[in-house]
């Protein structure tokens, strides 16, 4: 499985941005779509997840601002951030895991929030 994200850049605080993410290859054997991040100097932290179905998880820190949708496809996923702040400020990672629990990653997509 491939991952192509896309959809990074510069917003001021308080504005919007929106990843996406296509996933090529194996893709039936895909299960999850996710979303990780890793802020400058931290490690990488998970964001968004989306199952099969379509149900959503997100990690604290983004309810309620993020949104993370799969496509009909089932090979995409793309990630609404609104109320952007500086703390989210990060490369983001588009991830799948498989069905057998295998991991892969995208080359991620810097995300830069100015105050």
């Known amino acids: 499985v491939q991952l192509q994200a896309s959809g990074g850049g510069l917003v001021q605080a308080g504005g919007s941005l929106r990843l996406s993410c296509t996933a090529s290859?194996?893709?039936?054997?895909?299960?999850?779509l996710s979303w990780y991040r890793q802020p400058p100097g931290k490690e990488r932290e998970w964001v968004a997840r989306?199952?099969?179905?379509?149900?959503?998880k997100y990690a604290d820190s983004v309810k309620d601002r993020f949104t993370i949708a799969r496509g009909n496809a089932q090979n995409t996923v793309s990630l609404q951030m609104n109320s952007l702040k500086p703390e989210d400020t990060a490369v983001y990672y588009c991830?799948?895991?498989?069905?057998?629990?295998?991991?892969?990653w995208g080359q991620g997509t810097l995300v830069t929030v100015s105050s």
């Open positions: 991830s799948a895991q498989s069905w057998a629990g295998k991991d892969f």
């Open positions: 290859g194996a893709i039936f054997s895909i299960n999850t």
């Open positions: 989306s199952l099969t179905d379509g149900t959503p």
